[in-house]
């Protein structure tokens, strides 16, 4: 199997853009996040995310087959959900990077795609020469979820062994509708961050 990561920008991000909406529709759709998505939501959700200062996205290739993405921007440009627990905790959020998603098929799992988008991210982050920290969130699912299926495993290890630590008290919450459900709830997220 060969996957290639590189950056995308300008048109070839707007290129993208309708693949990373239904890659984020259909990774999201499942345990844990439970994500029922809608395309138009995401497409706005990427071209905002775009237009953010020094945002970042790598992708992975298949052949011209776009198979995960991940990026990241700097917290300060973060809305409210996302700023204000670092803010409450004494962080300069402008010292902090913020990698907001990770998105791989199941096929391509477990080959080092996921150590690629990292390593790229982080070294973007560190390009600038300013920020200290690197950080993502994860939502928290209670373990007798019912929806949890047999044998998940969390990703807490890989996190772990890249230098990512649970940030203790770093918290907020998100709302979206889970698949079957008729409205939006709102979930904790758990904040993980790393000294860049």
């Known amino acids: 199997m060969t996957v290639t990561v ?20 259909r990774i999201f759709r499942v ?32 052949g011209d087959r ?18 204000a627990p670092f803010e409450k905790a004494g962080y300069d959020v402008s010292k902090v990077f913020y990698f907001a998603e990770s998105l791989l098929l199941p096929q391509y799992r477990g080959h080092g795609v996921g150590h690629k988008f990292f390593d790229a991210r982080e070294a973007h982050a560190r390009s ?4 200290e920290y690197a950080t ?12 949890r299926p047999e044998g998940y495993q969390p990703l807490d290890a890989f996190w772990t062994k890249r230098g990512f630590h649970k940030a203790d008290g770093i918290t907020t919450t998100y709302s979206w509708k889970d698949v079957g459900d008729t409205q939006e ?12």
Do not use: N
């Open 6 to 25: 590189r950056p995308l920008t300008g048109a070839d991000f707007d290129a993208a853009i309708p693949a990373l909406a239904g890659l984020r529709i």
């Open 185 to 196: 709830t709102s979930k904790t997220m758990q904040f993980w961050m790393k000294r860049l």
């Open 128 to 131: 600038f020469g300013e920020y």
């Open 136 to 147: 993502f969130c994860s939502v928290v699912r209670p373990a007798d979820h019912p929806a």
């Open 66 to 83: 776009i198979a995960g993405a991940a990026t990241a921007a700097p917290m300060a440009g973060e809305t409210d959900e996302f700023r």
């Open 31 to 62: 345990f844990p996040y439970l994500y029922d998505g809608d395309l138009a939501y995401e497409e706005k959700y990427l071209a905002r995310f775009k237009a953010a200062d020094r945002a970042f996205l790598a992708a992975a290739f298949d």
